[in-house]
């Protein structure tokens, strides 16, 4: 069995990706700092394989500390890096938290990998360094824009640095995925999305309203340029996202891959915010409580992706509609209610 290193394993997409790459034959390694996520997510993927997938607790910045994961673990033959922070709020508040960490790791992880000739790395990109696109969907030609917040920075900066390396004659092959909106749970129940405090995400802000965690939903906006005046996204369910990881490592091994590519990852769809609630409603039955609020500083009116080359190199293909991955998200939400009893 090939073992892959997955940064970030026991976090919301890594944790999804882990089982999957079990499912595919592979054996993944995880390291993760728990600093956004739970211990309860290495049980849940414990309940799905049926057993557990080892895990180092090691912060992804510290090189030591890598270092001897890669010496105990001698036949690493892949990485998927995810261990990032992600809310974009925050980075603005502290943008050296977000450089120091989703930064830090990157390059830590890089130099670790060259000392032990490990030279396949699946990159967690975002969309959000397409910043607010001229033309839609955006392909993978669209020009990258500067970066809305720190955290879109770093996005954008680790996509450089994965460039400069693949173009200075390294023998490192990199594939950067760039994420649209990962939404919804496994279908088991057992692993999802697990927000610190107030969710800063949508999916989680209903589901956790609609359980009665939140009063109301706030939708930021109901004046953009859009069939119903609320922004549009992409919304992508995390299982789809979790298979293309699969495939990409999959194309690295095989020895298909470029120095550096760069995939969008989506459904080709955009939703806007009031139909991503009412489908929500639709997929489980529950009316959610929201009114219209002012405009969140920062947020990109529309983005959809084009996932032609996705679907083409890759093979990479979504199978879940938008109200099925909504249900996932709310039987998630039970099954979090259900536990805390
Ligand atoms: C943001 C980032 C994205 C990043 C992701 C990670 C930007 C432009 N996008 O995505 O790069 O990968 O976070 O977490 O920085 N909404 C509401 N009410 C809410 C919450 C959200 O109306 O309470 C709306 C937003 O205005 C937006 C949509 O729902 O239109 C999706 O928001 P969210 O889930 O926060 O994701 P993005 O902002 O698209």
């Known amino acids: 069995m090939k073992k892959i290193l997955v940064t970030g394993g026991a976090g919301y997409i890594g944790s999804h990706t882990v089982v999957e790459l079990v499912e595919a034959g592979y054996e993944p390694v995880i390291i993760d700092n728990?600093?956004?996520?739970?211990?309860?997510?290495?049980?849940?993927?414990?309940?799905?394989?049926?057993?557990?997938?080892t895990c180092h607790r090691i912060d992804c910045t510290d090189t030591a500390a890598l270092r001897e994961v890669f010496e105990k673990e001698t036949d690493i033959e892949g990485v998927i890096h995810f261990a990032a922070f992600k809310a974009v709020g925050e980075s603005v508040d502290e943008p050296l938290k977000y450089y120091h960490n989703n930064v830090g790791s990157l390059v830590a992880l890089l130099q670790v990998m060259k000392e032990f000739n490990v030279n396949k790395l699946v990159f967690s990109s975002s969309c959000t360094v397409y910043g607010i696109p001229a033309e839609l969907p955006v392909t993978e030609q669209t020009p990258v824009q500067k970066a809305n917040s720190p955290y879109g920075n770093t996005k954008k900066i680790c996509e450089e640095i994965l460039t400069d390396l693949a173009t200075s004659g390294s023998d490192m092959y990199t594939t950067a995925l760039r994420y649209f909106n990962p939404i919804g749970a496994h279908p088991s129940a057992k692993i999802g999305e697990l927000p610190l405090g107030v969710p800063n995400n949508l999916v989680p802000f209903i589901t956790q309203t609609a359980a009665g965690i939140r009063e109301q939903l706030t939708i930021f906006g109901n004046d953009y340029d859009t069939p119903d005046g609320t922004c549009i996204r992409d919304y992508v369910h995390v299982v789809d996202l979790a298979k293309a990881h699969v495939v990409a490592i999959e194309r690295l091994l095989s020895g298909k891959a470029g120095n550096i590519e760069f995939f969008n990852v989506g459904t080709g769809t955009g939703n806007t915010v009031l139909e991503a609630v009412q489908a929500f409603e639709r997929a489980t039955g529950e009316k959610l409580n929201y009114k219209i609020g002012p405009r969140r500083p920062g947020d990109?009116?529309?983005?959809?992706?084009?996932?032609?080359?996705?679907t083409e190199e890759l093979g990479f293909k979504t199978t879940t509609t938008l109200e099925e991955a909504m249900k996932s998200a709310w039987d998630w939400q039970m099954h979090l209610k259900e536990t805390a009893k």
């Open 34 to 53: 728990f600093s956004n996520t739970e211990e309860r997510s290495l049980q849940g993927i414990a309940d799905i394989l049926g057993g557990d997938v």
């Open 300 to 310: 990109v009116p529309k983005i959809f992706a084009d996932v032609t080359k996705a």
